[in-house]
């Protein structure tokens, strides 16, 4: 696809440039379809740039003007152009709406396409529909391999439905209740665009569960690069190309840009704004604007009004009795500024010419989408401050430049208002020399409270998408060496004589000396049958290890076993939960397989992980209920049962998900992470996050426990609780539920693959010369160094050790190096030596985002140790 981007600055002469070049391809014969924002500008185009070409080249615009059948009268034109004996080319106009839903155009590859305005590649649709859903949610389908969002489709060619959505997409007979179903209808047959949907939400809806209200349809639309497939050559023409949606998107799925040809470039009145030294841009608030935000409730001299109604207030004593152009939403009454000075700004100002005596101009609109859509976006890769340009910021800037500032040669000083600072300072890198200021007299703008540090670097947006792309391309590489360059298939296996584990664990008492020794043989409880297109050499053999008890030397079952399918393995757990044992005897399962050989450190640690089959999480008590939990996840196969201490007023779970292929121990974190991403966006989180971020809403835990996240951890087999009564095991199951996609999940990745950059820094002790703290701190050098001679129990030592690399293994993203180094510091003053602590910190190396420089690390931490890593400097 040759497609090129020609970044022109708005009232640079765009539209004008592009105009004049669509003139000379057709003069030569070509064929070109102009695709504009608007009919109005369709129009004004025709009348000022298109009014004095040579007759030979023949030019039409079809929009709803002049036209009963939009869609059709194109579709026919490119099926038929215009009979004409005139020898050049010609010139079709259209609209950006025109060309977005029509769902076919012949002969493509004889036409150069120009679009005016890069598109919105993004649109977000929700609808209520409580009782109605089935109209339209009778010909879906949704794709339920992915973590949160599945894919619309029509139901296949054989159904009914597929017929019925075609219908309601062309709704021939101007039905009134398909109209409003029309553009999704559109979308979702249209092979240029992929519509998604929540699986949660989705589920809810067409199962009629939860309140009426909250029964919604919501779509995530994305257009696809193939709408601009097959044309002879494409030309994106639009200011800041690169800050566009569509851009970010389209290159991380591949798409390469090109700049225009100098020629065009060089017709343009400017590259850069001028006057910005005129120009006063003022913001009413340093939090980002929404409509939520607009409609906060204010006290003013007793007075109840919005934060709104406060900043136009504002604004007003600002501009005095000086003429304003302003912009706002729809919902916003046109008697905001009622005097004959003002002039409201249409909601699509693209290419007016005709306000440019403004010098004051007022943008109120708040455009940014819905949180669920920026939550959506996020997992394509775009983070919150790039859909605020792609949304907000753009249209901000389109409306500004309707005024003075349009006019190169007008020297009257400006002023530009708009609502929060983000957006101020984002224009004036586009006007250079502007300032901006608060806006005076808003004194009482609410402010949010923040969470978390205030990130320092900002990413590129192509930088970012490379190593998000490298990241998943790695992950899936994996996968596919484990699984035999293929996904391979699942087959749950029975214990090979394993039900009698109470004998077996009565006959293997723990050793004392050895109970942290968890060396064992190469034995393994399942060895699956080889799917037919899997290498047996390649194909991950093991369903994961057995073990009597927490310190067994050994597992249990030795390697072979009964081939089983999923059913028979989750018959089995059943079997196992009918046991009226203490989990003591109980066995303890991990769906991982290790290779003792791997490490000389460790027999059973991550460092000895081969490969990891179903996700097994526990549950200790939080607010999260398993009935919950498997609605989050509603395109899941989820099986829950009680854990021994188990009551019914305090509900204590395990939980296994099965998986349609082995993980790495990557693609294991990366699983469990999309799962905590889906609990936090429902409201359920670690006690950690709310101590540490105060502005979460929802202050409700879920409960799980995140050290068994570990993929070595061992989990308790199935049996009674205490008290009988209290038992249960369900098993989710259900048409539209089954086994976790792993490939899936990588694809559709719902969390940053791309880390910031990590900072390196090491805290440094500054030369104290307070010679008093100076014995402070030797005082607590020497206690510290007491504890480490061996005033802890081994079991006490051994219980702070997973504790501190739990607390590394939590270590958020830029802060690996500081972590790292507080781990080490922190089990030398345990008592560890140096060799015992290089040991622990090679074996957390696979927690690390960045595993090759937390290891070119360890030689210098050891070395800092004697000096760091004895006590804690106190706070001064």
């Not at 997409?169 to 398909?178: I, L, T």
């Not at 004593?317 to 919902?331: C, F, H, R, V, Y």
């Not at 699942?490 to 004589?497: E, N, T």
């Not at 992980?609 to 999480?617: A, F, N």
């Amino acid at each position: 696809m040759n497609c090129y981007y020609f970044d022109a600055l708005c009232g640079a002469g765009k539209t004008h440039a592009v105009a004049k070049y669509a003139v000379r391809c057709a003069s030569r014969g070509a064929n070109v379809l102009f695709v504009q924002p608007t009919k109005n500008l369709i129009a004004a185009t025709l009348a000022n740039e298109l009014a004095d070409i040579p007759d030979t080249v023949h030019v039409k615009a079809i929009h709803g003007d002049n036209s009963k059948r939009v869609l059709a009268d194109i579709v026919n034109y490119f099926r038929n152009p215009d009979p004409d004996d005139r020898p050049n080319g010609q010139i079709l106009l259209i609209s950006h709406k025109a060309f977005l839903d029509v769902p076919y155009l012949q002969n493509r590859q004889d036409w150069i396409l120009l679009m005016d305005e890069v598109p919105q590649a993004d649109v977000f649709e929700e609808l209520s529909l409580p009782e109605t859903y089935d109209l339209l949610t009778a010909h879906l389908e949704i794709d339920r391999s992915g973590p949160s969002y599945g894919m619309l489709t029509a139901r296949p060619p054989e159904c009914r439905g597929a017929m019925s959505l075609n219908k309601i997409a062309r709704n021939k007979n101007n039905d009134d209740v398909w109209a409003l179903f029309g553009g999704l209808a559109r979308r979702i047959k249209s092979d240029d665009w992929d519509v998604y949907a929540a699986h949660r939400q989705y589920q809810n809806l067409i199962q009629s569960a939860g309140p009426a209200e909250g029964r919604l349809l919501q779509t995530y639309s994305l257009l696809q690069p193939s709408i601009f497939a097959d044309f002879k050559k494409v030309i994106l023409a639009g200011a800041c190309f690169k800050e566009t949606l569509l851009h970010q998107l389209w290159s991380a799925k591949g798409v390469q840009f090109r700049p225009v040809e100098e020629t065009l470039s060089r017709s343009l009145r400017y590259q850069t704004h001028g006057n910005g030294a005129l120009i006063d841009i003022y913001y009413a608030s340093d939090e980002e604007w929404s409509k939520n935000y607009r409609d906060k409730p204010l006290e003013d001299d007793g007075n109840h009004i919005q934060l709104f109604d406060h900043i136009v207030a504002a604004v007003k004593t600002e501009i005095g009795s000086d003429p304003l152009l302003w912009l706002a939403n729809k919902d916003i009454p046109d008697s905001l500024f009622d005097s004959a000075l003002h002039a409201r700004l249409p909601n699509t100002p693209h290419g007016l010419n005709n306000y440019q005596d403004f010098h004051n101009v007022a943008i109120f609109s708040a455009l940014n989408p819905p949180p669920a859509h920026f939550g959506f976006l996020a997992t394509q890769g775009v983070d919150g401050n790039a859909v605020r340009t792609g949304h907000y910021r753009y249209a901000v800037y389109q409306a500004v430049v309707r005024s003075s500032i349009r006019n190169p040669d007008d020297k009257t000083p400006k002023r530009v208002f708009v609502m929060d600072r983000s957006t101020a300072d984002w224009l004036a890198k586009l006007f250079p020399g502007a300032r901006v200021s608060p806006l005076k007299g808003v004194t009482k703008a609410p402010q949010k409270l923040k969470g978390g540090r205030r990130r320092k670097h900002t990413c590129d947006a192509d930088k970012t998408a490379a190593s998000r792309k490298r990241k998943k391309q790695e992950l899936l590489q994996g996968l596919n060496a484990l699984n035999g360059l293929s996904v391979a298939e699942i087959d749950y296996q029975r214990f090979l004589g394993a039900k009698d584990l109470q004998a077996a664990s009565a006959a293997e008492r723990p050793d004392p000396e050895s109970r942290y020794d968890c060396s064992f043989k190469k034995g393994r409880f399942v060895t699956p049958t080889h799917p037919p297109f899997c290498l047996p050499s390649q194909t991950a053999e093991s369903q994961g290890t057995v073990f009597a008890h927490k310190y067994a030397k050994s597992p249990l079952v030795d390697a072979g076993g009964v081939k089983a399918e999923e059913e028979e393995f989750i018959t089995f757990l059943r079997e196992l939960h009918a046991r009226p044992l203490p989990k003591e005897k109980a066995g303890l399962f991990t769906p991982t397989t290790f290779d003792p050989d791997k490490s000389k450190d460790t027999n059973r640690g991550l460092a000895n992980v081969e490969y990891i089959r179903g996700i097994w999480l526990d549950n200790d008590g939080g607010d999260l209920s398993h009935e919950d939990f498997a609605n989050l996840l509603p395109h899941l196969r989820i099986v829950v049962w009680n854990t021994a201490s188990s009551t019914a007023l305090a509900p204590r779970w395990r939980a296994f998900i099965p998986t349609s292929c082995a993980m790495t121990l990557d693609v294991h974190k990366v699983i469990l992470q999309q799962i905590e991403r889906i609990l936090q966006r429902a409201g359920y989180w670690r006690p950690k996050d709310l101590e540490n971020n105060p502005r979460i809403k929802s202050r409700k835990l879920h409960g799980f426990d995140t050290s068994k996240f570990n993929a070595s951890s061992l989990f308790y087999l199935p049996v009674q609780a205490a008290d009988p009564k209290d038992s249960f095991f369900v098993d989710y199951d259900g048409p539209h539920r089954s086994e976790l996609d792993i490939y899936a999940w990588i694809e559709q990745c719902i969390i940053d693959l791309c880390p910031e950059e990590e900072k390196a820094a090491f805290l440094a002790v500054d030369r104290l010369k307070n010679e008093a703290l100076r014995k402070q701190l030797q005082s607590l050098k020497q206690h510290a160094a007491g504890a480490r001679h061996g005033k802890l129990s081994e079991a006490q030592r051994a219980e702070r050790v997973e504790r501190y690399c739990e607390d590394w293994r939590r270590a958020l993203r830029g802060e690996g190096h500081r972590e790292f180094f507080r781990l080490a510091a922190r089990l030398y003053r345990l008592g560890l030596s140096t060799c015992e602590v290089e040991t622990n910190l090679r074996t957390e190396l696979i927690y690390a985002n960045s595993k090759d420089k937390r290891r070119r690390e360890i030689p210098g931490i050891l070395k800092k140790l004697p000096k760091l890593g004895t006590f804690k400097v106190p706070t001064l």
